[in-house]
């Protein structure tokens, strides 16, 4: 949506929608969302994990199930203080290009260091069921975001990125205990590239509508709603 200084509002987790179909994109930023159920399990697993890796930070350490970044030279980022402000405020990491046309806000999960200090974005990932192996693709755009805004702030910042997964690893297990499996996810990531993407988005966004994509399952529920049909 705009905003009231005439910018397009725009969030890390919302970006790998233009990539899916732009002519949802555009509908999501001018009109409210298709409507969905809030995930309250994700949310809970966030926590739970944010506590968990807070436990380890305390040690300069992951937990046991993430040690392979410290086999790569990674560290967690020490200053939980800043760290839980990037967390919990929308506007601490806060990008405003008014040339572009945009206003990118944004919380992020976590954050990781190279042995050089460049800072390394994070994200918890929970799931029924073990990451496909194109589910990258999904949050490339996301991380990348998280990246430009260290940079924007300042901080320098890694080309690379990861998604800590977590996900049920027996849903047949009729248990109360739930038991859960990792994996840790590198992602390469250009800051650049998403740099110039931004600014397609909002050239996009300041135009008029694409049109239906006979391809994506969601533009019928949106040209129905909006009054595109005919």
Known sequence: ??????????????????????????VNNHYRRMPTLPLLLNTAMDSILKA??????ADGKFPPEAKELEDEGIQPFQDLNQLNDWRENIRSLEVVNEDAGYRLVGKIDDVLV??????????YKSSGNAPAEDKQKYYIDQLTAYGLM????GHKVSDRAYLLHYFVKD?????????????????DIDLDGLQKKLVDMVELLNGDYPGHNPECKNCSYYDERNGYVG
């Not at 910018?7 to 987790?13: A, F, G, I, V």
């Open 171 to 187: 849903k047949n297990d009729p248990s109360v205990e739930v038991k859960f499996d990792s994996h840790v996810d590198l992602v």
């Open 114 to 123: 190279e042995a050089d200090g460049r800072l390394v974005p994070a994200d």
């Open 150 to 153: 260290f940079r924007h702030h």
């Open 1 to 26: 949506m705009k905003t009231k200084d005439g910018l397009w509002r725009l969030s890390p987790s919302s970006l790998y929608a233009y990539t899916e179909c732009k002519s949802c994109f555009w």
């Open 52 to 57: 968990r890796y807070d436990k380890y930070r």
